[in-house]
């Protein structure tokens, strides 16, 4: 009998963690991502910090897609202790702009006159990617590689809370297996 509650616990647990990990929403998402800027040159090398999401609605997964601020697009980055964000893009309301290549991220395409360029290359400014400029004013316009970008997907609270529910289970499960076999 103790075998076959602790197997129907057990398979609760399962269920649980099953559901959510492979959760795919059946609708609209607001998405986020962190990123860190790791400046290796120029005048300010180090570590910067940022963040933005996104409304997932229209994305289809097919080909090369871009998503602006249309589509809640809201980015905030602290470089060099001033915080930036989607409205301080020079071309804002049509930038900054993340892309994606066959539903996955390429990146952020966000431009701070003066100050930093994130995106693929200085020749596609369209399109978001992985490269770090220093932009340079003066009587041209002058960008200068100085880092790199990663990004990181924020979890949905959903995936956490069903794999800390399937997590306590299994200890609660464990618990009740040491207790019986201590009083048997």
């Known amino acids: 009998m103790k075998l076959a509650k602790n197997f129907g616990i057990a398979s609760v647990a399962v269920a649980i963690s099953i559901a959510a990990i492979d959760a795919k929403p059946t609708q609209a998402a607001v ?12 005048n300010n090398p180090g570590q910067y910090y940022g963040s933005f999401e996104y409304d997932d609605s229209s994305l289809t ?47 952020l395409s966000y431009l701070v006159a003066d100050k930093f360029l994130i995106g693929s290359g200085v020749d596609t400014p369209q399109i978001g990617g992985n490269k770090f400029y220093s932009i340079m004013s003066g009587e041209s316009l002058e960008a200068i590689e100085i880092g790199t970008v990663s990004y990181s997907k924020v979890p949905e609270p959903f995936t956490l809370g069903g794999t800390a529910i399937a997590g306590a289970m299994g200890m609660w499960i464990k618990r009740k297996q040491k207790a019986s076999k201590v009083a048997s």
């Open 61 to 107: 997964g097919a080909g090369i897609e871009n998503l602006g601020v249309a589509n809640g697009l809201a980015v905030t980055f602290n470089y060099l202790n001033t915080t930036y964000t989607e409205k301080n893009d020079e071309l804002y309301d049509s930038f900054p702009v993340v892309s994606f290549n066959n539903g996955k991220l390429s990146g």
């Open 31 to 42: 998405i986020e991502y962190d990123f860190t800027v790791n400046a290796m040159s120029g």
